[in-house]
C-alpha cells in the first residue's frame, strides 16, 4: 500500500504543473500562431490591443504571475475585455507566423524581438505596433490591472508605466 500511496503522490507532484496552467490558461486565448489572424479577431471584438506574455518553464516571475495574478477573476474579466492575450514559450517550437507574414518558431520570434528575459509582457496596438514592453513580473494583481489601465487609457502615449504609476499612487 505505501507503494501506490507514493506512487500516487509523485503523479500528483508530476501533474501539478499542468493543473495550474490549465486552471490559470483562461486568462490567454488559444494560440493559433497566426499573429495577423489575431489582431483581426482583436479589431472586429472590439479589444484595445494584443498582449504577448513571454514566459519559460522554470521561471519564478512567470510563476508568480501563474499562481498570483492571472488567476484572479477581476484580472481575467478585465484582460479578456479589453485585450487578446496570447502565451507565447521563448524557447518553444510552436510555429508562430509574425505580423509580416514571417514563420517562425516561438523561439525564434521571441528572439527576433530580442526578448532576453522573462516573464516580459508586449502589447500591441491594433495595427501590429508594438506600444509597451514591461519586463519581469507585477508583484499583484492591482498593478497588473493599473498596467491594463495603463494601456486601455493611452497613457502610455505620453508616460512610462512607472510614472504613471506613481501618478495614479499620488491620486493623478
Given at each position: 500500500m505505501g507503494v501506490i500511496r507514493?506512487?500516487?503522490?509523485?503523479?500528483?507532484?508530476?501533474?501539478?504543473?499542468?493543473?495550474?496552467?490549465a486552471e490559470t490558461g483562461s486568462l490567454f486565448s488559444l494560440n493559433t500562431g497566426d499573429l495577423k489572424a489575431e489582431l483581426a479577431d482583436a479589431r472586429?471584438?472590439?479589444?484595445?490591443?494584443l498582449l504577448l506574455f513571454f514566459e519559460q518553464e522554470g521561471c519564478p516571475g512567470c510563476r508568480h504571475m501563474k499562481e498570483h495574478v492571472?488567476?484572479?477573476?477581476?484580472?481575467?474579466d478585465y484582460y479578456r475585455r479589453h485585450f487578446v492575450?496570447?502565451?507565447?514559450?521563448?524557447h518553444g517550437a510552436v510555429p508562430v507566423t509574425d505580423f509580416a507574414g514571417r514563420q517562425l518558431s516561438e523561439k525564434g520570434y521571441a528572439q527576433a524581438l530580442k526578448i532576453r528575459a522573462t516573464p516580459t509582457f508586449v502589447f500591441y496596438d491594433l495595427s501590429g505596433s508594438e506600444i509597451v514592453r514591461i519586463v519581469g513580473p507585477l508583484e499583484t494583481p492591482e498593478d497588473f490591472l493599473l498596467l491594463g489601465d495603463f494601456v486601455t487609457s493611452g497613457a502610455y502615449k505620453s508616460r512610462s508605466f512607472v510614472q504613471y504609476k506613481i501618478d495614479r499612487t499620488k491620486g493623478g
Open positions: 507514493h506512487f500516487l503522490i509523485l503523479l500528483l507532484a508530476l501533474a501539478s504543473p499542468y493543473l495550474l496552467a472586429s471584438d472590439g479589444k484595445r490591443a492571472f488567476p484572479r477573476k477581476d484580472v481575467q492575450s496570447l502565451a507565447v514559450d521563448i
